[in-house]
C-alpha cells in the first residue's frame, strides 16, 4: 500500500524578480549529496583534464566545501576550477571562506595561491577541445590568501574582460573572510569582511557586457610562478602536477599549496528601496560606498534549520552516533532530517527494532528511510513549528505513527510505503 497524506497547512513561499527564490539555491554544506546540484566548468565545458586535486562537501571538513586546487590560475586565457549555479537576473551572493597552506597551519607557500568568491559569462562551450578560443573569459571575482608575496595575507580582486584581466590586491588581518559579491542591472559590488571588523567595500565594476544569466560560484588556484612558465593552452589542457612527463618547465618545481575551505554559499533576491531603483551602482556619484554599506553589509545568516539533526550516513545504521551531524544520536527532543543520499559516498539510513520518537521530520528528495520490522517510529508534533515532510521514500515495514497533527504541516510528496502487516497512522 502506498499512502498519500494531504497537507493541514498551506506554506506560502515568496516569488521575487524574475520569478528565483535564490535562498532555495544556498548550500550550508551540510550534506554531502548537496555537490551534485552544483555544477563544475570542467564537466560543463569539456575539459578532459582537470586542475583540482580534490573538492567534497562535509567529507574531508564537516560542515565544509574543501577545494584543492593542483598549478592552475585565473588570469587572462588562463582558465582555473570553478563550482559553481546559473543565476538569472539580479542577486547577493555570500561565502565565508578560509585559505591555509596543505598543511593547514600557515598561509600558503606559493605566490598567487587564494580562494574566493567568482561571477562568470558562460562561454557556452560544451567540448573544450574543439570549441576553445582566446579572448573567451569574462569574470569577476574576490579571494583571499597568498598573492605577489607569502608573508602577509592578502585579498586579490579581478575583473577580466575579453581575457584582459585587471587585478590588484591589498594586505588582509587573517586568511579567513565573508565575501559578498551583489549584481544590480549590470553593476557588480565587491565586498569583504573580516571577522570581528567591519565591512569595506572592495570594488564596484560596470559589467553590463555580462548576459542575464551568470555562472556564481567557488574558485581556488594556486603556483602562479609554475603557471607562468606554460602557454595559456598548455596550461587549460593539461593536469598539472608531477605526473605530468614530460614537463616543459622542468627547472621551475610545482609548489600547488593551497586548500580553500568554504563554511557556507548563500544566495539572496535583492530588495530595493524605492528610492534606489533605477539607480547606476557601479558610478559612486549615483550611489555611496556608505550608501552601500547601509544596505548590504547585514549579517548573513543561515539557509538551513538551524539546531535539526541531520542524517550523514557514512554507514546504513541508525544507531551509529557517526552518522549524524554532531556526532551524537537524536533524541526525543531533536527533529530529524534526512538529506538527498543519491551519491556514493551516503548510505541511506534503516531503523531497527526499538521505539524511536522525534519532534519533526523532513525527508528531502533523494532521501531513504527505511523502518524494520519491530520498530516503531512516532512523530509527535505537538511542539511549535513541529513539522512532518515526505519528498523522498519511506519504506515502513515496522510502525509509523504521526501524531499532533491538527494545525502542523504534514505532507508526503513521495512515497510512504506500508509493507504488508505494517502499520502506518495519523492522528490529531
Given amino acids: 500500500m502506498i499512502l498519500r497524506i494531504i497537507t493541514f497547512a498551506v506554506l506560502l513561499i515568496p516569488i521575487y524578480g524574475n520569478g ?59 582558465r582555473s576550477n570553478l563550482i559553481f549555479k546559473e543565476v538569472a537576473g539580479d542577486f547577493i551572493f555570500t561565502i565565508l571562506v578560509h585559505s591555509s597552506n596543505k598543511a593547514g597551519n600557515d598561509q600558503p607557500s606559493s605566490t598567487f595561491s587564494l580562494s574566493g568568491a567568482m561571477i562568470r559569462t558562460p562561454t557556452g ?177 543561515s539557509s538551513d534549520l538551524i539546531g535539526w539533526k541531520i542524517w550523514n550516513g557514512s554507514n546504513s545504521d541508525w544507531n551509529d552516533p557517526s552518522n549524524w551531524s554532531d556526532n551524537s544520536l537524536p533524541t526525543i527532543q531533536d527533529s530529524i532530517l534526512i538529506p538527498n543520499c543519491g551519491c556514493p559516498e551516503v548510505e541511506y539510513p534503516e531503523i531497527g527494532s526499538g521505539n524511536f520518537t522525534f519532534q519533526s521530520m523532513i525527508i528531502e528528495n533523494g532521501g531513504q528511510v527505511t523502518i524494520s520490522n519491530g520498530s516503531t517510529l512516532t512523530i509527535n508534533l505537538s511542539g511549535p513549528n513541529a513539522r512532518f515532510e515526505n519528498y523522498g521514500n519511506m519504506y515502513n515495514s515496522g510502525i509509523i505513527h504521526i501524531s499532533n497533527t491538527l494545525g502542523k504541516t504534514v505532507l508526503n510528496e513521495g512515497i510512504l510505503e506500508c509493507e504488508s502487516g505494517a502499520n502506518c497512522t495519523i492522528t490529531d
Fill in 20 to 78: 528565483q527564490v535564490l535562498s532555495e539555491l544556498s548550500d550550508e554544506f551540510d550534506r554531502t549529496c548537496s555537490l551534485s546540484e552544483w555544477q563544475n566548468i570542467e564537466v560543463v565545458e569539456g575539459w578532459q583534464e582537470t586542475h583540482l586535486e580534490l573538492h567534497d562537501i562535509n567529507t574531508s571538513n564537516p560542515g565544509q566545501l574543501t577545494m584543492i586546487p593542483w598549478t592552475t590560475a585565473w588570469f587572462d586565457d588562463y
Fill in 125 to 301: 562551450m560544451t567540448d573544450a577541445e574543439s570549441e576553445w578560443v582566446t579572448g573567451d573569459q569574462n569574470y569577476v571575482f574576490l579571494s583571499i590568501g597568498s598573492a605577489n608575496v607569502t608573508n602577509v595575507p592578502k585579498f586579490e580582486v579581478k575583473s577580466t574582460i575579453n581575457s584582459n584581466s585587471v587585478l590588484n590586491y591589498n594586505p588582509v588581518s587573517g586568511l579567513t573572510a565573508l565575501i559578498r559579491l551583489v549584481k544590480i542591472d549590470g553593476a557588480i559590488i565587491v565586498l569583504h569582511q573580516i571577522p570581528g571588523e567591519d565591512f569595506v567595500v572592495r570594488q564596484r565594476y560596470d559589467r553590463s557586457d555580462m548576459p542575464d544569466t551568470l555562472q556564481v560560484g567557488m574558485v581556488t588556484y594556486t603556483d602562479w610562478p609554475k603557471v607562468n612558465t606554460y602557454s595559456y593552452a598548455f596550461h587549460n589542457f593539461n593536469t598539472l602536477n608531477e605526473d605530468l612527463d614530460p614537463d616543459s618547465t622542468d627547472y621551475q618545481p610545482f609548489n600547488a599549496d593551497l586548500i580553500g575551505t568554504f563554511e557556507y554559499a548563500r544566495f539572496e533576491n535583492v530588495l530595493l528601496p524605492t528610492e534606489f531603483e533605477g539607480l547606476d551602482f557601479s558610478d559612486e556619484n549615483e550611489v555611496t560606498d556608505i550608501e552601500i554599506i547601509d544596505l548590504f553589509s547585514y549579517p548573513s545568516e
